[in-house]
């Protein structure tokens, strides 16, 4: 079963950028969705955005535009590009990858918080 490890938060001024990343340990070939959500304390996991294995994306209404995703099968890595970052960006960002039949794999997540 593949694990994920999510790196690349910290803390940015409003308007900075991150680039994120989720490592897989295995191939990622067979998940047919990685997703990134976020979970803000006292606010409910929001899904933030969704890659496909043939590369088709789709994002929450709050990002688009200023957030992009990826998955690179050949280093088995989905990333996040986050830019024009908001203080209501701020959060534990966490990537998922979901494939038919079985339980969707979580990663532990990476802190986003932005403030001046």
């Known amino acids: 079963q593949v694990q994920l490890v999510e790196s690349g938060g910290g803390l940015v001024q409003p308007g900075g950028s991150l680039r994120l990343s989720c490592a897989a340990s295995?191939?990622?070939?067979?998940?047919?969705?990685m997703a990134w959500y976020r979970q803000a304390p006292g606010k409910q996991r929001e899904k933030v955005a969704s890659?496909?294995?043939?590369?088709?994306?789709n994002y929450g209404d709050s990002v688009q535009g200023r957030f992009t995703n990826t998955r690179d099968h050949t280093k088995n890595t989905l990333e996040l590009q986050v830019n024009s970052l908001k203080p209501e960006d701020t959060a534990v960002y966490l990537c998922t990858a979901a494939r038919r039949f079985y339980s969707n794999i979580w990663g532990q997540g990476t802190q986003v918080t932005v403030s001046s």
């Open positions: 295995t191939s990622i070939l067979s998940y047919t969705t």
């Open positions: 890659i496909t294995a043939i590369g088709t994306t």
